[in-house]
C-alpha cells in the first residue's frame, strides 16, 4: 500500500526538523525519513555536548558560498532571535561563551527535545532506521522508495547533510538525488577539520604537541583571531579550522602568534633592562615555555641579550609572528566538523530552497552549497533553511 503525505522530509537533523515543524505547524502532513537510530545526532555531540545553537552575529558574511547573496533572504527571515525565542519558550537555560556563541547550560539533548516536542506539536511522523531505496517524479509529487514501502508527497525535502562524520551515518546522498535530477553541484571537501603536516615538519614539530597558545592565522587576505593548538598530526584549534575553510593544497598560512604583543620591542626592552637574560626566558614570560624553547633552539640564539643584534631580534621576532607553514593535507570527513560545497544555490529559489528545475524539490542545511564559519553560524543556516522552506510547503 501506498501511504501518502503532503511533504516527505528526508533526514531528522537540525534542517529537516525545523522544516517539517514549520510545514508542520501550517497544517501540511509530514513525514519525516531518517535511516539512523536517534534524530539530531550531530546536535547530541555539538558544541562539545552543549550545542552552540546560533550565533548572535549571523549574517552572510559569516558563510563561504560561491554565491554569498543567497543565504541573506533565509537568515533575515529566521534570525538567531526567532530560534532563541524558541529556546526561552522551552525553558532550556543558555549563556553566550564568546564573539556572539550561544551554547545550552546543560545539555545539547535539550535542543533535541526542543525540536521533538515542536513536531509533536504539530503532528509530525517521524520515523527513523528506514532506507530510501528510490525516488521518483510522479505526476503529482513523487513516489519515494523505502524499506518500509511506497510513500507519494507532492514536496520532497532533502535534508541529509553533507559527508562530514561518516561513522555518524553521514552520507552524499543528497548529492546523489541532485544528481539524479541534474541539478549541478559545488565540488564537496572537508571544512572546519585540522590541518596536518608532512613528516618532516610534524617530526621538528613533535616537542610543541599539546600547546595551545592565542593566534592569527591568515590565509591571503582572511584572518581568524583564535586559540591554535598543536597536535600529533598538526594543527587544530578554531583559528586553524576558521581558516581550513579557506586554505587549498599548496598553499601556506601564516602563524602570528601572541598578536597583541610586540614580541620584537619587547625582548630590546629586555635586552636594555638587563642584558644578562637569555631571550628565551624573557620569552617564556608570555609564550609556553616549549614553545620559547623551540623558536630560540630553532635559531640558535641561545647566548644573552646582550649580544644579540637588532637584526637577531627581530628575526626571531619575525618566526614567531609571521610563521609561514604549508599544510600537506587536513584529517579529512572523519573529523571535518562540516562539508564546503554543494548543492548549487543558482540552482535553488533563496526564498524557499526549491530547485527552479524540478517543482516540489527542495535542498536545505548543509548539503547546499552554503558553509558557515565555526560558531554556531552552520545550526544557524539549518534552523533557517528548513523555517523559509517549511514556510513554503
Ligand atoms: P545533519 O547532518 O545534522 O542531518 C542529516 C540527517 O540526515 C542525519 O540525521 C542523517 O542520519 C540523515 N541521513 C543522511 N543520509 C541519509 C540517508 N541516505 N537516508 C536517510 N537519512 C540520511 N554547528 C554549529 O552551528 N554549532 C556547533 O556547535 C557545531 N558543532 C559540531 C560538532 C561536530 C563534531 C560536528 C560534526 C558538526 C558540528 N556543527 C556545529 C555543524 C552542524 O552539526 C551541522 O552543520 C548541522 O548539523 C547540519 O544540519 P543538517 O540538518 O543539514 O544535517
Known amino acids: 500500500m501506498t501511504r501518502k503525505f503532503d511533504v516527505v522530509v528526508l533526514g531528522a537533523g ?9 510545514a508542520g505547524g501550517r497544517g501540511r502532513s509530514v513525514l519525516v525519513l531518517d535511516h539512523a537510530k536517534s534524530p539530531g545526532e550531530k546536535i547530541r555531540i555539538s558544541g562539545g555536548g552543549r550545542c552552540n545553537f546560533t550565533n548572535i552575529h549571523a549574517s552572510a ?3 563561504l558560498s560561491a554565491n554569498p547573496h543567497f543565504a541573506k533572504s533565509a537568515l533575515a527571515r529566521y534570525t538567531p532571535r526567532d530560534f ?28 533535541i527535545r526542543m525540536l521533538l516536542s515542536e513536531m509533536k506539536a504539530a503532528n509530525v511522523v517521524l520515523e527513523l532506521q528506514k532506507q530510501v531505496t528510490s525516488i521518483e517524479k510522479a505526476p503529482e509529487g513523487f513516489r519515494i522508495g523505502t524499506s518500509d514501502g511506497p510513500v507519494e508527497a507532492a514536496s520532497l525535502v532533502v535534508a541529509t547533510g553533507g559527508k ?32 596536518t603536516l608532512d613528516p618532516n615538519l610534524l617530526e621538528k614539530l613533535s616537542p610543541l604537541s599539546g600547546i595551545a597558545v592565542p593566534a592569527e592565522v591568515r590565509h591571503g587576505r582572511t ?13 587544530s584549534g578554531p ?29 630590546k626592552t629586555a635586552r636594555k633592562a638587563n642584558g644578562r637574560q637569555a631571550a628565551q626566558t624573557v620569552l617564556a614570560e608570555v609564550l609556553p615555555k616549549r614553545l620559547a624553547q623551540f623558536f630560540v633552539e630553532a635559531r640558535g640564539l641561545t647566548a644573552h641579550l646582550a649580544d644579540l643584534p637588532d637584526k637577531a631580534i627581530e628575526g626571531l621576532a619575525a618566526s614567531i609572528q609571521t610563521w609561514a607553514i604549508r599544510p600537506a593535507g587536513s584529517e579529512g570527513y572523519r573529523t571535518a566538523e562540516v ?7 543558482s540552482e535553488l529559489d533563496s526564498k524557499t ?16 552549497d552554503v558553509t558557515g564559519w565555526l560558531g554556531g553560524y552552520n545550526f544557524q543556516w539549518a534552523w533557517a533553511s528548513g523555517h523559509v522552506c517549511g514556510d513554503a510547503l
Open 84 to 111: 532563541l525565542d524558541m529556546v526561552e519558550r522551552h525553558g532550556i537555560a543558555w549563556h553566550e561563551k564568546t564573539l556572539g556563541q550561544l551554547f545550552c547550560d546543560d545539555s545539547a539533548k535539550d535542543i
Open 14 to 22: 537540525g534542517a529537516g526538523m525545523m522544516c517539517a515543524i514549520r
Open 239 to 267: 583559528s586553524i579550522l576558521q581558516i581550513s575553510s579557506y586554505w587549498r593544497e599548496g598553499d601556506d598560512v601564516t602563524l602570528v602568534i601572541e598578536p597583541d604583543l610586540d614580541i620584537a620591542a619587547m625582548l
Open 339 to 345: 562539508t564546503l560545497g554543494g548543492i548549487d544555490t
Open 353 to 368: 530552497m526549491q530547485a527552479k528545475a524540478v517543482s516540489g524539490l527542495y535542498f536545505i542545511g548543509e548539503c547546499v
Open 223 to 235: 584572518a581568524f583571531r583564535e586559540a591554535l593548538l598543536f597536535t600529533h598530526r598538526g594543527l
Open 61 to 63: 558574511k559569516n558563510y
Open 164 to 195: 562530514s562524520i561518516p561513522k555518524m551515518g553521514a552520507t552524499g546522498f543528497a548529492y546523489d538525488i541532485a544528481r539524479q535530477f541534474e541539478l549541478k553541484i559545488v565540488e564537496t571537501r572537508p571544512a572546519l577539520v585540522p590541518l
